[in-house]
């Protein structure tokens, strides 16, 4: 009985902590009083951890007389002890100025963006508002200054390009560097902007240099999201969209086209037979609206499920997205499923370590968009189509038998156009403290990217019927394979010097392999290119493997005097093996200052208005490797050899001479900054001027034929220079509890020109059969790169008018300038028309709160590029525009529609399609997105599970203020990433307008 009555007792005593035990709760608010999410609250006793939600409402368990620490980076930790009475306790916490200057993430570490020296625009995805996206390239559109975001095509799945400051190279890579996670790599792509944490674009040497061999184009780093210490937090967003065609071609129906036919006809003095009967001319239908048969309006969803969580040991943060995108164009779609857990551990007081992985899974079907007059060109037949042909090609609309059907339906319903990727990469590292100031880390990456391309043309097709059913398969895959040592030194001295020393080695390799087979001649449709097997015919079969390595070292210092003057300075090796024996290493330096003018005592009287002020400049050296791997070597090709009678065999020749002189592109860039702010930070910004050049340009020599039996090989020639300047400003124009507003713009502009190359180049094409294939663009000296080259239109030539220098020409033909004065119009009198690249660039965001209600819109716009408009060239030629009932005639002697016949003939007496006629004005004002949406006021419902719930509605590319008269003024028919072939719109994909409509809740 007593050892029971000892027990109970114990059992009492051990009870009383618990009974004492309580729940506390309550709001934690600025010095503003807005609410604050993600502050962390620990019990300091027992070492239990929460956070508060977004409406900074949080609870935790505590014994009286326990203190409670509320501690968020940027914000002076507050230590509360529990009273014996107290079950609410709210708290207000204040700015900490030590920790108030934003960090941004640079080359090999992160700093304070008040101690940069460089040019650094810095995004964070959660105050941007992009609208349905599927590319991190998107985020930056407009949104930070010098960054040139370029969509070329509106094909899902379609290529983006970024230009960070221009492009510098002819031949060579113009992309920017992409640093994930530490991970170097060509593309974000794969990598859904929902997981992204930031974006720092690196733009001036002294900040790119660090990188040495890509950092030429620019450098944007990219870093995911992380895990929180805290409660676990589960967010799931849906979002759900339409696509709607935004058709700017007036195009003739069949009614119309019977009109035209028949007035052509009259005009050739009614000759032969009628074209239509009297009845047929009678019709007033419609016809077939190709265009409006080949898209539909598309659906788009995405759907993102993420969790976060942690304790002061372990962070995880876990994500799975999934993104489906239908075209507008039918039988065109991108589809992605990814996953990533990025995990941070802290293993003792001196040693952390992490792991960032990430798997995509992507599938698109598409349609080519190819710049001949083929088969395998989806939009060119659609601009083709005859109105009177009937989707079923029995009989026409106007019920006549025997016609041949129209090839577009059969094209776009019958191609097999597949592409599939599989992308996976990881990230392990391990940071340690050696002692005071020293800190250690090293990194492995790895990223291997399998790609599938699968195409098959059915007999129903133009091309499959003519070689009975063809087939193409082609896998590659890319393995890449990379090791980071970093140690880094920072300390500060007797709180008037900090010093910041970082030294490290890179290894980075890459092998790529390739095969693939091309066959036609197939027994049936019916395996497509699942059985290549079924083919009699093997038009060719190849393998391929090529490996890349790159080694580089660099260090970097940083240091600053009475937090006031501020010089940095880097250095780089890097060697490559795709350089010539003895020119595989380059050596890129840069030096940087700035001065915090701000903060002098004699600039005290301007503090009222003017907060801060600094002053930067740089120079340094970056390199660009961007080439084809072996070209300083001779590479050999095999082909089959006729040698007599039924005898081929495998013949070896030389294609590509190779080049050990072969060295790297090296760029040096001069920048001069200011960055202000006003009234108490309320107003910041930045102003930049820059001077960039480009020598040893990576680009096609002349060499003796004598010798090898080549004509040119890839070598070191020209130069190219981009000068420019940017401005930034933001503006928090309100900001409190329950409104708020803020508007950001950014402007840019840069003035590309090619200094010297060894001979000019000409690219040429030709729109259709009718055509010869004639220039169209240009790299010259003196011109900016993407040179739209060809004739000055001057008119049309009417009746009774005699032009001297076109003395066979006839009414109705179109006049051109005769540019070197010799009398007669000849190639000679081509010059440069118009450029595709944009002198301006504009982006302007808004973002504003009044309570539970938000609304943000975005602008961007182009100014001062041009497009060759040779869809219209092609619409013209094939009188399939309604204002083709316009044309010159003698009766209606217009001046813009020049006369049937000119276009008709092959051999052009003179002049050529390529004319300033058809290059328009391409600049543009775009409402690029607009959203508005709704938080549910779950801090008034007391909501215990729910802690966040988000409606909104949205639009992108609502309206385009532009002059240009094609589907789109960003188009380019040779793809974004090209630096010397943009301006370009041929048969491109149809734009579209796209409303949206989602939700994000947060458990």
């Known amino acids: 009985m007593t050892q029971k009555l000892l027990s109970l007792c114990c059992a009492i005593l051990l009870a009383l902590p618990a009974f004492a035990q309580k729940t506390i709760s309550g709001t934690v608010v600025d010095a503003s009083g807005r609410p604050l999410a993600g502050v962390i609250i620990q019990n300091l006793k027992n070492q239990s951890v929460t956070s508060t939600d977004s409406e900074g409402k949080y609870s935790i368990t505590a014994d009286q007389g326990q203190n409670l620490e509320f501690a968020c980076l940027g914000l002076k930790t507050v230590t509360s002890t529990v009273t014996q009475n107290s079950t609410v306790l709210n708290i207000t916490m204040e700015e900490d100025a030590e920790y108030l200057e934003e960090v941004v993430v640079v080359g090999y570490g992160t700093t304070k963006k008040r101690d940069l020296a460089g040019s650094v625009a810095s995004i964070k995805t959660e105050n941007v508002k992009a609208g349905v996206i599927s590319s991190p390239a998107e985020v930056l559109r407009g949104r930070a200054a010098g960054v040139y975001v370029h969509q070329a095509s509106f094909e899902p799945g379609g290529g983006i390009s970024v230009r960070v400051r221009g492009a510098s190279s002819i031949s060579s ?83 119309e086209k019977i009109k035209y036919d028949m007035q052509v006809w009259e005009q050739n003095g009614s000759v032969g037979v009628a074209p239509y009967t009297e009845e047929e001319q009678k019709y007033t239908g419609e016809g077939t609206n190709w265009l409006k048969e080949m898209t539909h309006p598309a659906v788009t969803q995405r759907h993102a499920l993420s969790i976060t969580g942690g304790n002061k040991f372990v962070k995880v943060a876990a994500s799975l997205n999934y993104y489906d995108d239908n075209g507008i164009l039918k039988n065109t779609n991108f589809s992605r499923l990814d996953g990533r857990v990025n995990a941070d551990f802290v293993i003792s007081k001196y040693i952390r370590a992490g792991v960032k992985a990430f798997k995509s899974v992507g599938k698109k079907d ?117 090791l980071d040592a970093v140690l880094t030194y920072h300390n500060s001295f007797s709180d008037l010097h900090d010093l910041k020393i970082i030294a490290g080695s890179s290894y980075i390799t890459n092998k790529y392999e390739s095969n693939g087979m091309d066959a036609q001649d197939f027994s049936t449709d019916a395996f497509s290119y699942n059985n290549m097997g079924a083919a009699s015919v093997i038009n060719g079969i190849y393998t391929s493997l090529t490996k890349k390595t790159n080694l580089s070292f660099f260090g970097r210092l940083e240091y600053k005097l009475m937090d006031k003057y501020i010089i940095n300075a880097s250095i780089r090796a890097d060697g490559a093996s795709n350089f010539g024996t003895g020119k595989k290493w380059g050596y890129f330096p840069s030096v940087s200052g700035a001065w915090q003018i701000g903060d002098e005592s004699w600039m005290e009287g301007a503090k009222p208005v003017l907060s801060g002020l600094k002053l930067r400049a740089s120079w340094g050296m970056t390199g660009n490797d961007g080439i084809g791997r072996y070209k300083s070597l001779k590479t050999y090709s095999f082909n089959d050899v006729y040698i007599g009678g039924d005898g081929i065999v495998k013949g070896m020749y030389l294609q590509n001479a190779g080049n050990v002189n072969l060295c790297w592109e090296t760029t040096s860039q001069l920048d001069f900054g200011l960055d202000f702010s006003l009234f108490k930070d309320k107003l910041t910004g930045a102003f930049d001027w820059y001077n960039k050049v480009t020598t040893d340009l990576l680009n ?184 083709c009932m316009n044309r010159w005639t003698k009766e209606n002697p217009s001046t813009t529609m020049i006369r049937t016949i000119w276009q008709k003939k092959g051999d052009l007496q003179y002049g050529s399609f390529v004319n300033s006629h058809y290059v328009e004005d391409a600049s543009f004002l775009r409402l690029s997105n607009i959203e508005v949406g709704y938080n549910l006021p779950l801090r008034k419902w007391e909501s215990k599970v729910v802690k966040a719930c988000r409606f909104y509605l949205g639009a992108q590319n609502l309206f385009v203020l532009t002059k240009y008269s094609g589907f789109d003024p960003e188009v380019s028919s040779n793809g974004a990433q090209s630096a010397v072939l943009q301006g370009l719109d041929y048969a491109t994909y149809p734009a579209y307008r796209t409303f949206n409509a989602g939700v994000k809740i947060t458990f």
């Open 173 to 255: 890579e113009n992309e920017p560097l992409y640093v994930i996670d530490g991970l170097q790599c060509d593309n974000a792509t794969n990598v859904s902007p929902q997981d992204i944490e930031s974006i720092e674009i690196l733009k001036d040497a002294a900040s790119t240099s660090i990188y040495g061999a890509r950092g030429a184009n620019g450098v944007v780093i990219i870093t995911t999201k992380s895990g929180t210490e805290g409660n676990l937090n589960i967010s799931y967003g849906s979002d759900i969209s339409v696509k709607v065609l935004k058709n700017p071609y007036s195009l003739m129906n069949g009614a």
């Open 366 to 482: 598409y349609l080519k968009m190819n710049l001949s007059a083929s088969t395998d060109n989806v939009m060119y037949w659609m601009f083709l189509a005859d109105p009177l042909k009937s989707m079923d090609g029995a009989t026409d609309v106007l019920g006549r038998e025997g016609n041949k059907p129209e090839t577009v339906y059969f094209e776009l319903q019958n191609k097999q156009q597949n592409n599939a990727t599989d992308n996976s990469y990881a990230t392990f590292y391990t940071e340690a403290d050696l002692f005071k100031g020293f800190t250690a880390k090293v990194q492995y990456s790895f990223n291997t990217t399998d790609t599938k391309m699968r195409n098959y043309y059915s007999k129903e097709t133009v091309l499959g019927q003519s070689v009975n059913g063809r087939g193409l398969v082609d896998n590659e895959s890319s393995d890449t394979r990379q």
């Open 700 to 883: 096609d020599i002349n060499i003796s034929a004598s010798s090898v039996g080549l004509t040119s090989t890839t070598g070191n020639s020209g130069s190219v220079l981009n000068r420019g300047w940017e401005f930034s400003l933001k503006y928090n124009a309100i900001d409190k509890v329950h409104t708020y507003w803020e508007t950001i713009l950014n402007l840019s502009g840069n003035r590309n020109e090619l200094l010297s190359i060894e001979s000019p180049t000409y690219f040429t094409m030709r729109p259709h059969g009718s055509y010869e294939t004639r220039e169209y663009m240009a790299i010259q000296e003196g011109q900016s790169l993407s040179s739209i080259y060809g004739y000055v239109w001057d008119g049309i030539i009417q009746e009774g008018e005699t032009v001297a220098t076109m003395p066979k020409a006839q009414p109705g033909d179109p006049k051109f300038v005769d540019i070197n004065n010799d009398g007669i119009i000849d190639d000679n009198d081509r010059k440069v028309i118009g450029k595709g690249t944009p002198d301006v660039v504009i982006g302007w965001s808004n973002n504003f709160r009044i309570y539970n209600f938000d609304l943000s819109f975005f602008f961007n716009a182009s100014i001062g590029n041009q497009l060759l408009n040779v869809s219209k060239v092609l619409l013209e030629d094939e009188n399939r525009l309604s204002s």
